[in-house]
């Protein structure tokens, strides 16, 4: 079993445009798949930096004087590379969501197919857990996020069964959870809105949006002019963040126009690039993969 396929490996490589001597950030090392596509482009002089907050991940670190792998998440990117002393990048890369080793392992509890205790940590060292979203949160609180991050429109009935359920018996794990909802779970979309109600959870648990947002800003001020912001997203709620930001600078309302009804963009945007029919046949997990790159002005 690979620690994890890359998706959009190429096009998303070669969205940064790599200058041999420039320095680089990989944002999700992961397997290491992008980070080791870059340093063949770099020269003897380039840098690549990468982050990942799993520890599962240092195992695929690689033995390489132009690489530095930093396990922290990728929140934290702008302290680190001045702790190396780095101002400013040429080009970032992030490579969103979960990957194959984390779905696959299943004690780790991010997929639906194993019974697994609820987990759902990226940081394994992180005090909140999808055991304390399913058994600790307020009803209100609970749909809230079913309904924001799974984007269920019966959240409100789903959060009321879970607390009522939880009252008699805490529920533990994945199959326990499964079975506390299944008047919810038609055969025919079982499985889909099963996996909008682990998103919804695995987002909370790890803070994903509040964390891409920080990234994003962090991307920004990092970048020189010129440089490059390479994105892949899995579901709407990444994807809109990354457009808006690309677009605008912002997350939501609008820029102030000048005098002249002109506003500053920090990026110029590119096309939007998805994986082929092929890439998806191969690695199925590409199919819903969103790449977006922008140059910094």
Not at 106 to 126: C, H, I, K, P, V
Not at 175 to 200: D, G, R
Request: proline share 2%; glycine share 6%.
């Amino acid at each position: 079993m690979s620690y994890h396929d890359p998706v959009l490996l190429f096009e998303s490589v070669d969205g940064l445009e790599i200058n041999p001597s420039g320095i680089y950030v990989d944002v999700t090392f992961g397997g290491g798949g992008h980070s080791r596509e870059i340093l063949k482009k770099l020269g003897k002089n380039g840098k690549l930096f990468a982050f990942d907050q799993d520890a599962d991940a240092l195992e695929n670190a690689i033995d390489d004087d132009r690489f530095v792998l930093i396990n922290e998440n990728f929140k934290y990117m702008r302290r680190f590379l001045r702790f190396y002393g780095v101002q400013e990048v040429d080009g970032i890369l992030a490579d969103l969501g979960v990957s194959s080793h984390q779905f696959d392992v299943a004690e780790r509890g991010f997929s639906t197919r194993f019974d697994a205790d609820l987990d759902m940590r990226m940081n394994q060292e992180s005090k909140l857990s999808a055991y304390n979203v399913i058994n600790k949160y307020e009803e209100e609180k609970l749909s809230s996020i079913l309904f924001l991050y799974g984007e269920l429109r019966n959240a409100r009935a789903i959060a009321k069964q879970i607390v009522s359920e939880r009252s008699i018996e805490w529920i533990k794990t994945s199959f326990q959870l499964k079975n506390v909802l299944k008047q919810f779970l038609p055969a025919s979309k079982e499985h889909k809105i099963l996996a909008q109600i682990f998103q919804a959870i695995r987002i909370e648990v790890n803070e994903e949006l509040e964390v891409l947002k920080e990234f994003l800003v962090q991307a920004k001020e990092l970048l020189k002019v010129g440089g490059k912001l390479s994105v892949i997203s899995y579901h709407s709620l990444e994807d809109r963040l990354v457009k808006r930001f690309m677009r605008s600078g912002l997350f939501e309302g609008e820029p102030e126009k000048d005098f002249y009804g002109n506003f500053e963009v920090p990026f110029k945007k590119g096309k939007l690039i998805i994986p082929s029919a092929k890439e998806i046949k191969e690695n199925n997990r590409a199919r819903s993969a969103k790449l977006r790159v922008a140059t910094k002005l």
